[in-house]
């Protein structure tokens, strides 16, 4: 076996900050450190790094500037987008509020907090291969709904839903329609106004940019309250002195995402297929789980049968690969992954699944090395468990 290498493949967790994002960033800590609200020149200088990262944020999803809110991150985006939007048609008599059993726990504990403030919450099953179905979509909405939020792609099993049709079903109604875009972006082509979505949510971590930093996209016309009360920052809808070096830096990895989207997903995708293909041929009992043709590029995510997912992965964390079962946030108990629970997957197979993502520093060679690690892991753990079930385990 070749020397220890270290291969990450959990992009969808989180990215590293690009040496161009970075860059960028670093002046905002030191000689450019005026705040953005001041009038003299070391202040202005920093309010027009903010418009330009807000353009440039825009650009990639096909937005207008002013409609791009600065965050603290995508489940702040979340909160507010569901949270403050049910509340504001509350007023109104809206009681009710749809989404999906697979979306992010941001967005599945924002939803039963409506819960706790009264508000009927349904949640959408989805096939087999994560997909909501419209039909059931169509007849959950009531007279007293306020809100639809469907995820834009799954961060377990990448599956991307049919975001377009389920901002029609929505306006057909006069519902506000909200997606968790976070694992979309910079992944997939992205147009606000040909998808007629009213609010997004973004983050800067998963597309090579820092942490600590997301961004709510409201449609202009769509009334959206405050959630954040003080000064005037960010048109008066999120208060809080900006994040400047986290906003110029998600600027520089939003204009890098929109220039290398065509060629990003034609390297990742070309990566997740050969890995696979040899997977495939050299592993047996193996399962992909999630849509094969509408998913994200980088995501594989496989159930290995009769192991155990957490034993792969310290094994392979041994030979210095890192991946996650389920999800980043479930990874630290054993409840097993609700959205492999919601497509259907027996819950020992929930436990032996595994999720790989590639990016843009994943390598043919990452790839290769993976793959000899994975197949050595596999072996080894199916040999134990075929000699625990023998002696009566
Ligand atoms: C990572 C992620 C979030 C949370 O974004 P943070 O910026 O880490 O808070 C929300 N939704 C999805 C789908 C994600 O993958």
Redesign the pocket.
């Known amino acids: 076996m070749e020397d220890k290498r270290m291969v990450y493949l959990d992009y ?3 990215t590293p900050v690009k040496e161009e994002v970075l860059r960028e960033m670093l002046p905002y800590f030191t000689e450019k450190f005026g705040n953005p609200s001041s009038l003299y020149t070391v202040g202005q200088e920093s309010k027009n790094a903010l418009s330009q990262a807000r353009e440039r944020v825009a650009a990639l999803i096909g937005a207008e500037p002013r409609e791009i809110f600065f965050t ?7 909160n507010w987008a569901v949270i403050e939007m049910a509340m504001a048609r509350r007023a109104k008599g809206a009681r009710h509020v749809i989404t999906s059993k697979i ?5 599945l504990h924002s939803c039963e907090y409506l819960e706790k403030e009264g508000f009927d919450v349904t949640y959408l099953g989805v096939d087999p291969d994560g997909f909501v179905d419209l039909g059931e979509l169509e007849a959950a909405i009531r007279d007293d709904t306020a809100l639809i939020s469907i ?5 377990e099993i990448g599956t991307i839903e049919p975001i377009a049709r389920i901002a029609e079903i929505a306006k057909g109604r006069g519902v506000a329609f909200h997606t ?4 979309a972006l910079g992944n997939v082509h992205i147009d606000v106004r040909e998808l007629g979505v009213d609010m997004l ?1 973004m ?4 597309i090579y940019g820092p ?4 961004a709510l996209y409201v449609r202009r016309g769509v009334v959206l309250p405050p959630h954040m009360h003080g000064g005037a920052q960010e048109n008066n809808k999120r208060a809080g002195t900006e994040n400047l070096t986290g906003i110029v830096g998600f600027g520089k990895a939003a204009e890098l995402a929109r220039e290398g989207l065509v060629a990003h997903i034609e390297k990742i995708t070309g990566l997740r297929n050969y890995f696979l293909e040899h997977a495939r041929e050299r592993i047996p009992d193996i399962r992909i789980n999630g849509s094969l043709e509408s998913r994200l590029p980088g995501n594989m995510n496989i159930t290995f049968k009769y192991i155990e997912g957490e034993a792969l992965l310290l094994l392979l964390d041994m030979a210095g690969v890192a991946v996650s079962t389920g ?2 946030c479930s990874s630290a108990s054993l409840t097993p992954s609700h959205v492999l629970d919601a497509i259907g997957v027996p819950v020992e197979e929930i436990h032996g699944s595994v999720r790989f993502t590639v990016g843009d520093f994943t390598t043919r060679e990452d790839i290769d090395y993976t793959l000899d690690a994975l197949e050595g892991a596999v072996a080894k753990l199916r040999s134990i468990s075929s000699v625990s079930k023998e002696s009566g385990w």
């Open positions: 969808s967790a989180t603290s991150s995508g489940t702040e985006a979340d979306e992010h726990h941001a967005l995820m834009f792609a799954n961060n968790d875009a976070v694992q949510s983050s800067a971590h998963k942490k600590g930093i997301g999800s980043a």
